[in-house]
């Protein structure tokens, strides 16, 4: 089946420290990752996203790499900023319409 | 509109109570989805509509629940004879095209927050 396991949080960080969320997957076939957002009384939002092996996702100074062979798509930042604060959530894209979430990381950056 | 839609935002019913949660989707977009989020979790899948048909209904806890998108764009979602347990954010999201677009991203709502006491 299709699943995601996701590093659990609360991580709590000063501004300007590096940022790792890991986060592993099991699929059948070869599924699309992504990495969403929800920052507070905002809905979910797609931060990055990945199609295949080896693709990097990134966008406002985040990236994850899809690793096919440790089913991996870990989320990092080099410099975390306190409007980081947010949860969230890896997901995967099998073959069918709907999308597979971990259970959320919850980030607190403080200044 | 500009975004996805969902009202009410929140709902406090008792257990027992029919509950309908609404959904206006992005104009244009023919996919749209319902997930379940409970505290501290991430959402889970309920239903998948591709234009006005559900494509894909196998998250549907069980009979109590039911969705409907009968012009191919708003949907709503019913819950009859409510269970604490139901109690949760439920979210909708829609996407251009569903899963024929293995990459489509889905636009999400804020939530429409279901408390049962």
């Known amino acids: 089946g299709n699943s995601v396991t996701q590093m659990e949080g609360p991580v709590t960080l000063s501004e300007e420290a590096f940022l790792t969320i890991n986060c592993t997957y099991t699929?059948?076939?070869?599924?699309?990752l992504f990495w969403y957002v929800q920052y507070p009384g905002e809905g979910l939002q797609l931060l990055l996203k990945a199609t295949k092996a080896d693709d990097k996702g990134s966008n406002k100074g985040f990236e994850a790499t899809y690793r096919k062979e440790t089913t991996s798509f870990h989320l990092e930042k080099g410099s975390v900023q306190v409007s980081d604060s947010a949860v969230y959530f890896c997901a995967l894209k099998a073959g069918r319409g709907n999308l597979f979430f971990g259970t959320g990381t919850r980030l607190t950056v403080i200044p | 509109g500009a975004g996805v839609s969902q009202t009410p935002s929140n709902k406090v019913t008792e257990k027992g109570k029919y509950v309908e949660l609404r959904c206006d989707p992005i104009s244009g977009h023919t996919a749209l989805y319902w997930y379940r989020q409970s505290l501290g979790q991430g959402p889970e899948f309920l239903i998948y509509f591709q234009g006005t048909g559900a494509a894909d209904d196998s998250g549907l806890p069980n009979d109590r629940f039911f969705a409907v998108r009968p012009e191919g764009s708003v949907s709503t979602l019913k819950i009859q004879r409510t269970e604490r347990g139901d109690s949760a954010v439920y979210l909708c999201?829609?996407?251009?095209?569903?899963?024929?677009?293995?990459?489509?991203?889905?636009?999400f709502g804020e939530g429409s927050r279901l408390t049962v006491l």
């Open positions: 999201a829609s996407s251009l095209t569903g899963d024929r677009a293995n990459t489509g991203e889905l636009f």
């Open positions: 699929a059948t076939g070869y599924p699309s």
